[in-house]
């Protein structure tokens, strides 16, 4: 028997740990899909390149200008095996599909040196503090893969059913306010250099 589930992530946005003990569940390392698209700006100069970020970003929240987005979606799927009047989880897999969303920044050749180097800084500092974004859903796919393999066996598939999926959503959860940490800690990626003046990561 099958059963799946999936559920969309928007990150920017411990570990639940059931009482069970530890299965012969079969689980296998996420599956990870990275996706990255951009959206072009252009300007000679910082300001320039900021007012084309705060027109033409991805996002925009409560009147804030958020320069990079990422995305992930997790799925999991697990089969039973069921003996008798019990049944237990017998596979775990996950996947998880990461979409980035980035500035391009047309002709960087042609800006001054000064400008290039600031952009280019700036883009790997943005580069940085997303990978971490994506880091943590793919955590929660691999936490969602151990905890469910760990659940007990149950008197009925339906039951098992319930509870792993409980167990991956409340996961899930804990995650959204890992990203939501990581952010005010980061503050959006500024301190750690993802900034142009007043541009915010998300």
């Known amino acids: ?17 059931s009482g069970a003990i530890m299965s012969d569940a079969s689980i296998a390392a996420p599956r990870v899909t990275v996706q990255e698209y951009q959206y072009t700006v ?19 929240n409560d009147g804030n200008n958020f320069s ?12 039973f095996d069921k003996s008798g009047k019990n049944c237990k989880i017998d596979t775990v897999t996950t996947s998880v599909v990461v979409t980035h969303n ?14 290039k180097t600031e952009w280019e800084r ?13 880091d943590l859903g793919i ?12 659940i007990k066996t149950q008197s009925s598939c339906t039951k098992l059913a319930i509870e792993a999926n409980n167990l991956a959503r409340r996961i ?13 800690e980061t503050v959006h990626g500024m301190l750690q250099g993802a900034t142009l003046s007043s541009f915010r990561t998300f």
Not at 42 to 60: C, H, N
Not at 102 to 115: A, E, I, R, Y
Not at 122 to 134: D, N
């Open 68 to 79: 990079a987005l990422t995305k992930y979606d997790i799925g999991w799927n697990y089969t």
């Open 122 to 134: 700036y883009f790997a500092s943005l580069q940085t503090h997303e990978k971490k974004h994506a």
């Open 172 to 184: 899930i959860s804990d995650y959204q306010n890992k990203n939501i940490d990581y952010d005010k």
């Open 139 to 150: 955590e929660a796919a691999g936490e969602i893969e151990k905890e469910i393999a760990k």
């Open 42 to 60: 252009s300007g000679r100069t910082l300001d320039e390149i900021k007012q084309a970020i705060s027109e033409q970003a991805p996002l925009k």
């Open 102 to 115: 980035f500035p391009k920044l047309q002709n960087v050749d042609l800006l001054d040196m000064t400008t």
């Open 1 to 17: 028997m099958k059963a799946f589930f999936k559920k969309n992530i928007i990150t920017c946005l411990s570990v639940a740990i």
